[in-house]
DNA sequence: ACTGGCACTCTGTCGACTGGAGTGCCAACC
DNA sequence: GGTTGGCACTCCAGTCGACAGAGTGCCAGT
């Protein structure tokens, strides 16, 4: 049996009040708030085939019903107008943001006018190496036979590490390895920069290849291997809102769950259709969020994506309107990229 | 009236029973789990003393005692033993702490390794600015208008900053001021460094005095104005161990309280003593974490102090076991730190 | 100064009861 | 056939009283 339109309407109508109110909706109070021009008693009929169907449920007999992660997710690509934000809104959004001095206090600002504004947890993953450029390298010498590394990337990341060489390099050397490498590396995509680096090496004199190699190593350590994918998150605090209602009982597996970058990386990552994507409850694979939704969406300059961001929060969340404020910061943290 | 020996005792007895059961603790089961060599009639008089003088308290009547912040103060000063670690942790800490590749590495181990071993909230100051000295600052041309501004600290810590130039500056140029800029500030304790920056711009020819002062505000901003605190922050799950019933029902205040650097550098700043701090509950004078008691100490290679650490939990805390964590944690990452 | 005994108080729990909300079903209606 | 009103049923949440258990304070005795 499919699902006219009224009974689509039915569970529309169901996900915005529980939502809204956090309480099992029953008929009675349903026909009174929405106008569905028909009685309690046919509603109920409407429920018991949603029920069937899968979309929602009863915690208990004679209660009223709770939208499954099955209704919300057919609600959220069926029955949900985009919301269009509020002046208020997006005036927030630009103050927030204006005035961000460097890359740090990009991602900082961000993840917490994101858990502002939706009222959630917020992760904002630093812009990805992996898609980056670099866009020079330097070498710093701190004793003879130390020197610091620093990478910078096209889309502001720097990252540095200590780099022990073998034997006393004078700083005359350290300018020439630097030419060199900035010769070879500067400006190529980091993915492809693994045969250049060997390249390095085998070019290298024989007087110099042992420092090289110790260069090279920790260069591809930095850029490639170790890949680091860095985030920050805020908003904890939101998860306590609708008391302990929400997360069946204990905050605790989330608590938990947000403390892995990996699991965060896993959430918030992939950023393959560039596009607002929608995981609700199950449909994230951890075990821990279970009880959780994630809105998430890439964001870069221009067209191109650099890396995640998004929002965690109960199932039972206003997703039109957190769909709606992910997209928006989204895009203006990709604008502000783009100016540099 | 002053409290003898064995009202100390009882007061020990309690806190550390209470500690560990979380319930109330009656006059009957003190006795029969500690060797008091009294009876239960005798440890109630004694009771009622400590209760008037304000060190325990009765949820309600008829119900066991509970020690307040006053009795865990007490405690804390002279009741509690050391409590030396266990080979196995002293294990962990140094496995956890090795293989560390650079600062950012070291914290975040530490901070991990810190709410781990505790099973409470740790946090993590980086090493201040305003206790390193400079030890190198790089100037790297991104665009003939723009350059980065990298600043490596003896601490290890590595800030930068994208400097706009009012004009366009040749590289040569830049190399210039890359020396004069190190010959006068590498070495200085930042805390000394901005009439040495001032005289940097009065030194100038006037050629290229518009670029030094550009360069000079960046770098006045940069190292001393903002001066930036960075933290590191892990175990928030741990809040939740014991149910609710640590921080009277909700955890809301104390996220909160832990979302703002400003708060918890207050509780783990302030290094002066140099020793081991240990604030109870309304010690610390934040409103949201009246419940909470924390333990911090500063750390730093040798004798000096860089920056500080500790961690955060209920009052009802296992206090020697966790002063002595953090004390040895504090000194593993101080050596650490003294290795570079 | 300590102890045993005793009466008292308060909590937490259990069962019983009740009012309310919500449903499912059925017969009637358009 | 879809819709509706009516009705019996179920289950939850809250209230009440009773009760066992734990703990105290006090007092008289050692």
Known sequence: MSLDDRKLEVLRAIVED????????????????HQLGVSPAT?????????????????????????????????????????????????????????????????????????????????????????SSVRHLEL????????????????????????ELPQPVPADDVTDLRRRVNEKLAGQKLADTPPLVQGLVDDCAPGSRATMACLASVLLETLVERSE????????AN?????????????????????????????????EPSTTRVRIGDENQIDNLRSASVVSTGYGPGATIVGGLGVLGPTRMDYPGTIATVRAVARYVGDLLAQN
């Open 239 to 271: 998860l306590t809102r609708g008391g302990v209602l929400d997360f069946q009982g204990t905050l605790r597996p989330v608590l938990e769950a947000l403390e892995e970058e990996v699991i965060l990386l896993k959430l918030i990552g992939d950023l």
């Open 43 to 131: 509603v109920r009929n409407d429920m018991a085939v949603l029920e069937e169907e899968g979309y929602i449920r009863q915690p208990h007999t004679s209660a009223g019903r709770v939208p499954t992660d099955a209704g919300y997710r057919l609600f959220v690509d069926r029955l949900s107008r985009v919301k269009p934000l509020s002046p208020a809104e997006r005036r927030a959004i630009e103050r927030f943001l204006i005035g961000a001095v460097d890359l740090d206090d990009v991602v900082h600002r961000t993840v917490r006018l994101l858990a502002q504004l939706t009222r959630q947890v917020a992760v904002v993953q630093y812009p990805s190496l992996a898609r």
């Open 18 to 33: 529980y939502v809204e109110t956090q309480e099992p909706v029953g008929s009675k109070s349903l026909v009174e708030r």
């Open 140 to 163: 710093v010498p701190i004793s003879t036979t130390r020197i610091m590394l620093v990478m910078i990337a096209d889309t502001g990341r720097v990252e540095q590490r200590l780099v």
């Open 229 to 236: 994918e860095r985030l920050a998150l805020a908003g904890t």
